[in-house]
T-cell receptor, first 114, second 109 residues
């Protein structure tokens, strides 16, 4: 089955901890994205990557970090510097044929700070 | 500032009662307008992409249309399984998606 997987589905973090969210895709997509979704708000872009070993900040990158060592994988680390990390995190991927490509989403990870 | 506004925030319909969801955008250099469906606790599922004013796309009971300022998602004779949150997003000149906050649709049997 081709698709995007995210793990874990639920994640609990204590104050001051760093946590890493996993995102893997087997669609052979070039670009990958991380979004954050809060109740009553639209999805907001955290980071994106169009090619291995390269990534760019989105609109709300502060307190987050990413890596793109493999085409299939784009993990997101939520650091202790992120002031309000409780949210639903969504990973997406797309081809990159000039930029108008459709983004397809994974099932999401719900992060809760205890 | 580029912005996407969806209305209404929530919509309740009886099964079979057709209606429309609105997505207004103020994005310079629109590259595309995307519609997604999202079920509670799940990731968005892609529905349609529209690229130019006047374009229409259909899928089962859903039909999406696009003008220069807004897009509509028409739902004809909805069923309870159409209940979900519908998200629209515009793609700006830098190829980033700007999402609206969604319309929560509830279809009662």
């Amino acid at each position: 089955d081709g698709g995007i997987t995210q793990s874990p589905k639920y994640l609990f973090r204590k104050e001051g901890q760093n946590v890493t969210l996993s995102c893997e895709q087997n669609l052979n997509h070039d670009a990958m994205y991380w979004y954050r979704q809060d109740p009553g708000q639209g999805l907001r872009l955290i980071y994106y990557s169009q090619i291995v070993n390269d990534f760019q900040k989105g609109d709300i990158a502060e307190g987050y970090s990413v890596s793109r060592e493999k085409k299939e994988s784009f993990p997101l680390t939520v650091t202790s510097a992120q002031k309000n990390p409780t949210a639903f995190y969504l990973c997406a991927s797309s081809l990159w044929t000039g930029g108008k490509d459709t983004q397809y989403f994974g099932p999401g990870t719900r992060l809760t700070v205890l | 500032e580029d912005q996407v506004t969806q209305s209404p925030e929530a919509l309740r319909l009886q099964e079979g009662e057709s209606s429309s969801l609105n997505c207004s955008y103020t994005v310079s250099g629109l590259r595309g307008l995307f519609w997604y469906r999202q079920d509670p606790g799940k990731g968005p599922e892609f529905l349609f992409t529209l690229y130019s004013a006047g374009e229409e796309k259909e899928k089962e009971r859903l039909k999406a249309t696009l003008t220069k300022k807004e897009s509509f998602l028409h739902i004809t004779a909805p069923k309870p399984e159409d209940s979900a949150t519908y998200l629209c997003a515009s793609m700006d000149s830098s190829y980033k998606l700007i999402f609206g906050s969604g319309t929560r649709l509830l279809v009662r049997p």
